[in-house]
């Protein structure tokens, strides 16, 4: 038999017949088994350095998916990730009765980056959005009044009934906001959505997306600064809070994307509403629009609810808002006529109503659909709101080459205020989308 290590290290007989086994303390040790404590090893929290090491990636699990990208995962499965572009080339062409003008244009709507997966285990998921368009940005021709980041948030999902989001999103308030720009059956949302949804914002949130597993519930309860998007500096303690619940009779389904394309026959439905109290709000429209001209504040009372049903290709959704506001008047001054200096006009509150419904129908076997909208926005009193009365009515054909990452879509909009139809403004919209 070939010596070994083991064997030139072996003790010798013991020479006590009623030995029965050699002394740990007179053992010799062996080189490969004497630990250097110098490095700081035991003083680390145990399995620190294999999370922090090096993960190779399974090209076995790479992916690639139209509409959500290229998709890469580590083999301890601990790590993954997607990118997303997508852009958005949208031409217009308006024109006012009341003045007889045409004007049209042509930009890039919207242009997106987007990074999602999960960090340092399954459970810790992320997600980076980042919005380049001249529109997406705010850029007035002189300057940008946005950065580049629209979302950034991370989710915490180790318990399903009580998720933990936190970051800069759109916060859960109206549905059709939260469905995806690139997810819509017409080239853009609906005018009450326009004034009443409440946007994206800075803070934290608890929520469930199948509350008890049931299938049928789900739930939202957040905190956020009120400020809207990109807040950067200090300030008071007015906060924006928000609860939102929905109930899927039917079970669940695609509800956060319009149009029905799995065209089933068996109907589904959900419905959702939503309460958000804004204090202190900055904007006109809650956590968001422009500043007061008094320089003031508002507190805001908001409520929505909505519903989504598809059956067979067709698909409703329709919603209603509601706003309250008590404005606390700032002391922002101008300049009159005369060269004084004076506290400029009191502003008041954008309090209203307002609702939307939207039918759609793709028709059987061919990836073509035509939609139709009407929607009306409000004053609850209008001595005592500054929003005024304006409807929208109109309808559009999408063609999806490859469902909604690659799709033709055209519409065409009347808008009209206090119910005068003759001095509408007409828009016609023709958007190309490709998402990869």
């Not at 609810?305 to 919603?319: N, P, T, V």
Request: charged share 30%; no cysteine.
């Amino acid at each position: 038999m070939t010596p070994t290590l083991a064997h030139a290290f072996a003790p010798a007989p013991a020479t006590n017949p009623d030995a029965t086994e050699a002394d740990p303390a007179k053992e010799p040790v062996l080189a490969e088994e004497v630990v250097d404590h110098r490095d700081g090893a035991h003083l680390r929290p145990r399995g620190e350095d294999e999370l922090l090491d090096e993960h190779p990636v399974d090209m076995g699990k790479a992916t690639f998916e139209p509409g959500n990208g290229l998709a890469l995962e580590s083999k301890d499965g601990r790590f993954a990730l997607a990118t997303r572009l997508r852009a958005q080339f949208l031409y217009t062409l308006e024109h006012e009765d009341a003045t007889d003008e045409t004007s049209h244009g042509f930009q890039i709507r919207r242009a997106r980056l987007q990074f999602k997966g999960h960090v340092f285990g399954e459970h810790n998921k992320f997600k980076t959005e980042l919005a380049l368009s001249p529109r997406d940005m705010g850029h007035d021709g002189d300057t940008t009044r946005r950065t580049p980041i629209l979302d950034w948030y991370f989710d915490f999902d180790y318990l399903r009934d009580l998720t933990v989001r936190v970051g800069q999103y759109k916060v859960p308030f109206s549905r059709q906001r939260v469905v995806s720009s690139g997810d819509l059956e017409l080239v853009d949302r609906s005018l009450a959505n326009g004034e009443f949804n409440l946007d994206r914002d800075v803070g934290i949130d608890l929520r469930s997306k199948d509350f008890r597993g049931l299938g049928k519930l789900r739930y939202y309860a957040g905190v956020y600064l009120g400020e809207g998007r990109d807040p950067f500096q200090t300030s008071n303690f007015d906060m924006f809070y928000l609860g939102r619940v929905e109930v899927l009779p039917l079970g669940k389904f695609e509800d956060y994307e319009e149009g029905d394309f799995e065209r089933t026959l068996r109907p589904r439905l959900s419905l959702g509403a939503a309460y958000g109290y804004v204090d202190g709000g900055i904007g006109n429209r809650g956590n968001r629009g422009s500043t007061p001209s008094d320089g003031g504040t508002t507190d805001t009372h908001n409520v929505t609810a909505d519903l989504m049903f598809k059956i067979a290709g067709f698909s409703l959704f329709a919603d209603v808002y509601y706003r309250q506001g008590h404005r606390n008047f700032g002391d922002a001054t101008v300049i009159d006529d005369m060269g004084d200096e004076v506290l400029a006009p009191r502003e008041m509150a954008r309090d209203g109503l307002g609702w939307s419904a939207t039918a759609s129908y793709l028709v059987p076997r061919v990836p073509f659909q035509i939609a139709a909208r009407y929607g009306q926005i409000g004053p609850l009193d209008s001595a005592r709101s500054a929003l005024g009365r304006r409807d929208e009515v109109g309808g559009g054909m999408s063609y999806y080459f490859a469902g909604h990452p690659l799709k033709l879509q055209l519409d065409v909009f009347g808008r009209f205020d206090d119910g005068n139809v003759r001095d509408a403004e007409e828009v016609v919209r023709l958007q190309l989308q490709a998402a990869f």
